[in-house]
């Protein structure tokens, strides 16, 4: 079974505008990672929140991304537009 994994974060003042191109040009390779079978990106203008939804095969496949780009840092760079770490959840959908 898969595990959704979601990424909550505000982003800094005034920071979307150069987030945007960051995420376009970083979101191919993580689409591409092994294990990874859906990225999707929410923001609200208003309260500057960000949320990325992702799907993996498993939670260790997500593990290995995370190792990843903590070691080639995207992970820094993704923080440096915000206010702070994301808070992360792992979450699998019920079959209801």
Known sequence: MSVWVSLDMTVAEGGYEALEP???????????????LSVTVHYERQ???LLILEEW????????YIDSIMKNG????????????PNVAYLQRMPI
């Open 47 to 49: 309260t500057q929140k």
């Open 74 to 85: 995207v992970m820094s760079e993704l923080v440096a537009f915000m206010t702070g770490p």
């Open 57 to 64: 095969k498993s939670r260790d496949h997500h593990a290995a």
């Open 22 to 36: 960051f995420l376009e040009a970083k979101l191919p390779a993580v689409r591409g990672f092994d294990g990874a």
